[in-house]
């Protein structure tokens, strides 16, 4: 079946570094990714939306300046959180999409812990 | 009111059992509706995905959808310990993004 990793499943890092997480389609294109967080005992929240060669779409509330995201390619796309704080400390999960779609493949998830 | 609405549980079901889990959602124009499981600490897993009205059946479990009544529903048969989890209904409208619920936790006891 389908597969999405992602890079790192977990991190640590002081508050105002910035962090890169990537997530892949091991196995097949994927024309969308979207971005969720989630903090415990919460559901998932979508975060943006990423088509590969175009600027992602993000949520309201979300700021786009805080959180980057790239599609350079059909299998790949990264979220960097700039200047992490201790608020951002969250479970940062990625899906894709393929074209004849039957359910998004959601990868392992990044758990982010911002000291 | 929330887009989705599910019950938070927990559920408790005895082993061998069958689980009903439920889901409600707001918006008529809802078009695909999916079933994830989520073990704690990890990531969703889709489950099942059903587009039309009545039942949709994959091994031990079955879909519902009632677009009239807008809800969806998941039986899960002979239910086992390791069906012990977080079950997240989610739902496509007229966009591309799918809406979660917060999810319903199961427990499958011994």
């Known amino acids: 079946g389908a597969v999405v990793s992602q890079h790192p499943s977990w991190v640590i890092c002081k508050s105002g570094t910035s962090v890169k997480i990537e997530c892949r389609s091991l196995d097949f294109q994927a024309t969308t990714m979207f971005w969720y967080r989630q903090f415990p005992k919460q559901s998932l929240m979508l975060m943006a939306t990423s088509n590969e060669g175009s600027k992602a779409t993000y949520e309201q509330g979300v700021e786009k300046d805080k959180f980057l995201i790239n599609h350079a390619s059909l299998t790949l796309s990264t979220l960097t959180v700039t200047s992490a704080h201790p608020e951002d400390s969250s479970f940062y999960i990625c899906?894709?999409?393929?074209?004849?779609?039957?359910?998004?493949?959601f990868g392992p998830g990044t758990r982010l812990t911002v000291l | 009111q929330k887009e989705v609405e599910q019950n938070s549980g927990p559920l408790s079901v005895p082993e061998g059992a069958i689980a009903s889990l439920n889901c409600t959602y707001s918006?008529?124009?809802?078009?695909?509706f999916f079933w994830y499981r989520q073990y704690s600490g990890k990531s969703p897993e889709l489950i099942m995905f059903?587009?039309?009205?009545g039942d949709k059946e994959d091994g031990r479990f079955t879909a519902q959808l009632n677009k009239a009544s807008q809800y969806v529903s998941l039986l899960i048969r002979d239910s086992q310990p390791s069906d012990s989890a977080t079950y997240l209904c989610?739902?496509?409208?007229?966009?591309?993004?799918?809406?979660f619920g917060t999810g319903t936790q199961l427990k499958v006891e011994l």
């Open positions: 918006d008529r124009g809802s078009q695909s």
């Open positions: 059903i587009y039309s009205n």
């Open positions: 989610a739902f496509t409208g007229g966009g591309n993004k799918l809406t």
């Open positions: 899906s894709a999409r393929e074209g004849g779609w039957e359910g998004d493949v």
